[in-house]
């Protein structure tokens, strides 16, 4: 049955903060005697562009299967379920995404994975622990009862054509408004994504937004247009501050 677009916009856009917003994930993969499915629990962060990104031991189960065979899904949860145990489950918004996971040697993927994952840093080093990414081919949202949508991974990755030198700044980035502008971070948490005060952290920035953490709780800040270099992200950054204490800009 056809699904209007502008439902398929609105659910494009509440699958990818669930993507960015997400801290851990239930990933499927293949056995290779059985071909049955085997779930597990995994830690997840996302590369600029939204795709997960994974921190696994070649000891564990999972990356045995990945390792016989890369086709895999990463059923993620809106946070707000566990936040509210009263809420009915089956009314919260899940996506699963679909796609091959593949073993990164990329510095920039073990960094974002880390910022999101500080305790992960105490055996990341470990010989047998690898850092994986998956490539998202699709995706199926389900945004409550009645609203069950399919998307690409157009709908869901975010383009980062010509943000190179902002990818290549981030950790810059990330690094002065964490050390400089705490202030800032916490005004985005609480004032524009509604989260409560805390010591928020800056831990990504891409072309649509930027990803905040506190404790065991993530929030994303999506910007109103795309930035591609540090100079539009300093500007963009600058103008959240006024727009979370009501000034204009």
């Keep these: 049955m056809p699904v209007d677009e502008p439902?398929?916009?609105?659910?494009?856009?509440?699958?990818?903060r669930l993507m960015r917003s997400a801290l851990t994930g239930s990933l499927a993969t293949l056995e290779g005697d059985s071909g049955h499915p085997y779930a597990s629990?995994?830690?997840i962060a996302t590369a600029p562009d939204a795709s997960p990104i994974l921190l696994v031991s070649r000891l564990a189960r999972h990356t045995r299967n990945l390792a016989r065979d890369p086709r895999a899904s990463l059923l993620l949860q809106d946070a707000d379920l566990r936040a509210n145990p009263q809420q009915d489950p089956m009314a919260a918004s899940r996506l699963t995404l679909i796609g091959d996971a593949y073993a990164s040697g990329e510095d920039a993927m073990r960094r974002?994975?880390?910022a999101r994952h500080a305790s992960a840093a105490a055996?990341?080093?470990?010989?047998?622990?690898?850092?994986?990414?998956?490539?998202?081919?699709?995706?199926h949202f389900i945004g409550g009862f009645g609203r069950i949508v399919e998307l690409g991974g157009n709908r869901l990755l975010t383009p980062t054509q010509g943000a190179e030198t902002l990818l290549a700044a981030e950790a810059e980035i990330i690094a002065?408004?964490?050390?400089?502008h705490s202030a800032a971070i916490g005004l985005y948490a609480t004032r524009l994504a509604g989260g409560p005060p805390g010591a928020w952290r800056m831990t990504g920035i891409d072309p649509d937004g930027c990803d905040l953490l506190h404790c065991n709780t993530a929030l994303r800040i999506a910007f109103p247009r795309p930035v591609h270099t540090p100079t539009e992200a300093r500007a963009m950054l600058a103008g959240l501050v006024k727009r979370a204490r009501g000034e204009s800009r």
């Excluded at 055996?123 to 995706?139: E, K």
């Excluded at 002065?176 to 400089?180: C, K, L, S």
Aim: glycine share 14%; aromatic share 14%; charged share 20%.
């Design 176 to 180: 002065h408004m964490n050390g400089e």
């Design 7 to 16: 439902v398929v916009s609105q659910s494009a856009q509440e699958a990818r």
């Design 112 to 114: 974002r994975f880390l």
């Design 123 to 139: 055996y990341a080093g470990f010989g047998d622990f690898a850092v994986y990414g998956l490539r998202v081919s699709r995706g």
């Design 41 to 43: 629990l995994v830690l």
